[in-house]
Structure formats: C-alpha cells, structure tokens
C-alpha cells in the first residue's frame, strides 16, 4: 500500500463536483504495476461520466475520473508484468491506455495496458493521445481510409479530429476536409486538411470544396447537421462512421463506434492502435498540442475545455 493523490467526484455534477484528495494505493497484483504518473489526459468521457449523464447511480460514488496517463513504472507485480511489447521493468516510461482513474498522482494498472514511450515524446503529449488517438484509428480503419480517398472530418480541430486528420494524410488520403470554427482553420492547415467553418450554410462550402464529393465522412461531432452534410456528400454510404451519434445515425447508413451500446467496440483495432501511435510519436510523425494544468486544477482544466476554451487535448500534471 502507498500514499497518493487523486481527483474524485463525490457527486455527479459539473466540474465543482471534482476535489483532490488522499488516496490510499494498493500494491500491484499479478499482471499489473504500479505506475508514478506523469501525466493524465482530459476527454471528454470523463465528465460525461462525472456529470451523471450516462447514469447518476449514487451508490457508484465517488467517482475517479481519467481514463490515460503516462508514467513511470514503479513497481511489478508478483511474477512480473508482461506487457504488450514484452516484460517491464521498475523504471520504465510508458503510455498507460486503459488506465481506470487515472487522474491521480499513483494507480494501478493492467501490464497489458502499458506500451513503452520513447524518451523523446513529452510527458504531456504521452499522457493525452492514446484515448483520442486509437479512437481516430478505429474510424480509419471502420472506413477503410487509404491512398487517394478524399475525407471529410467533422470536429477536426477535436482530440480526435486533430489526429484522424495527421492519420488519414499518413494512410495516403488525398484530400482531407475538415470543419472547425475559423479560430481553429490555421491549426487544422497545419496538420495537413483544407478547415470549413461549420454552421449555417455549410452544405454549400463543403460542395464548394468537393464538388464530386467526399469518399469518406468521419463525424466527431454529433450534429444534424454534421450527419446530414455527410449523407449529402457521400459518394459511398458504407464508409460514414460516427463516434458520437446514436442510433438513428445507424439507420442512415454510419457505423457507430465506441462503447455505447449496439456501437462497435473495436477493442483489438484500439489495443493494437496504441503501438501505431507510440512508434509515430516516437518518429515525430504527430503533432499533438497539448495544454498542461496541474492535477489539483482539474475543475479549470475540464470547465476550460467545455467552454471551449482550449483546443486541442489537455493534459492533468501531478
Ligand atoms: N465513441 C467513442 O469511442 C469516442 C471516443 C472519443 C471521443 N468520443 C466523443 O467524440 C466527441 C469528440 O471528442 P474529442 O475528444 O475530439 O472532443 P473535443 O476535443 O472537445 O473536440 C470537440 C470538437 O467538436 C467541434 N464542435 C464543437 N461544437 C460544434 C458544433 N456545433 N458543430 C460542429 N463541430 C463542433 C469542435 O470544434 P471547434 O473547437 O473548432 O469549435 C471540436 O473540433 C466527444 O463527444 C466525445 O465524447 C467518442
């Protein structure tokens, strides 16, 4: 057993509802290790969970939040740890995805959730791209994103987007659209799409853009008008996908993603996707931009980016 500090939410609720407090750890069992966080990223999960949203059970409470960290390895269980890249070792720094709660100073986590990080890749940046990150990667793949294809990415200036952009560029896709709100257009340049503004009128810029369509439409978003921009593009109803609509997406012809339910998991795509993500990273191949807050400002950190406030991921530094 050791000594930590973590962010609980006592009770479901906006971030007001998060406090920091002592937490005691157990030592890692069999299979698992105990990680000394470096950094723990901010999605929006997280406070869909806290906000009771997706279920207000007060007998799940309290809540820790934080699905990803990075850090390093601190302890191994009984028998050793064997993770996706082979055996860790007290020292190792790791990317840790799945990681239960993992906005907290120490955790303990399954070895299999543990891939290796490079020295090179920030703290910051390993601990806030692997949920966002193999979520981009299961679109691609769900879509069949490949050389030539022209995308259309709806929330491009997203966690996900930004990387479901990098990605499909790196998978060979010609062309990539990608709708942000115009503050966002020069980061969505950068990372290799062509931004649109969405709102009003946006059926028309997008037909102004890809007159003969889009091969493929990524929807990040959720929206109406996100969902029906895409069928109106869509020069192929089998390559929509959506990690954020319901079912009625599905009736249109996306492939719902994630882990609602009747939604593809893609749970083997995701494991394996951490691997693509660690070795690009390693190779300077992505660009994430990454805003730290320290992990007693989670409250900030989470009203920031539900405001809008920051773009990109965020990262919480104990
Ligand atoms: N199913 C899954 O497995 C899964 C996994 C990860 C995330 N998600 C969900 O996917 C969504 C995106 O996640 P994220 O991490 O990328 O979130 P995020 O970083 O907060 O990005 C949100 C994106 O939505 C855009 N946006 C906001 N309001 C919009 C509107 N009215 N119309 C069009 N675009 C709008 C934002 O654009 P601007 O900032 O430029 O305004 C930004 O690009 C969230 O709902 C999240 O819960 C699902």
Redesign the pocket.
């Known amino acids: 057993m050791s000594d930590a500090i973590a962010v609980v939410a006592a009770a479901y609720g906006g971030p007001e509802v998060l406090e920091l407090r002592p937490v005691d750890v157990p030592d890692p069992g069999p299979g698992e290790v105990l990680l000394d966080v470096r950094a723990a990223g901010v999605?929006?999960?997280d406070w869909?969970v806290f906000s009771g949203r997706m279920g207000d059970d007060p007998a799940a409470l309290p809540l820790r939040p934080g699905v990803e960290a990075a850090g390093v390895v601190a302890a191994v269980g009984p028998g050793g740890a064997e993770g996706p890249r082979g055996p860790l070792a007290v020292g190792d720094e790791v990317f840790a995805f799945r990681a239960a709660g993992a906005w907290a100073s120490r955790i303990v986590v399954p070895a299999a959730s543990c891939v290796p990080k490079a020295p090179a890749v920030p703290w910051p940046v390993a601990g806030a791209t692997m949920?966002?990150g193999a979520?981009a990667v299961h679109l691609l793949e769900a879509t069949r994103v490949g050389p030539g294809d022209v995308v259309l990415v709806?929330?491009?200036?997203?966690?996900?987007?930004r990387l479901a952009v990098q990605l499909a560029r790196r998978r060979g896709a010609a062309r990539v659209i990608g709708?942000?709100?115009p503050a966002?257009h020069d980061a969505v340049r950068a990372l290799g799409a062509e931004p649109v503004a969405?709102g009003d009128g946006l059926l028309e810029r997008l037909r102004g853009l890809a007159p003969d369509g889009v091969d493929v439409a990524l929807d990040?978003?959720?929206?109406d008008?996100?969902l029906e921009t895409s069928l109106a593009l869509a020069r192929d109803r089998d390559r929509l996908a959506t990690?954020?609509a319901g079912p009625p997406a599905a009736a249109k012809g996306f492939t719902r993603?994630?882990?609602?339910p009747g939604?593809a998991r893609g749970d083997e795509i995701r494991a394996r996707a951490r691997l693509e993500l660690a070795d690009r990273l390693a190779a300077g191949e992505l660009t994430v931009a990454v805003a730290s807050y320290p992990l007693a400002e989670a409250a900030a950190a989470v009203a920031d980016?539900q405001a809008?406030r920051v773009?990109g991921k965020i990262a919480l530094v104990p």
């Open positions: 999605n929006p999960i869909k949920a966002a979520t709806h929330g491009a200036s997203g966690g996900v987007g709708t942000a709100r966002n969405y990040c978003v959720g929206t008008e996100a990690i954020v993603l994630g882990g609602a939604a980016h809008g773009s």
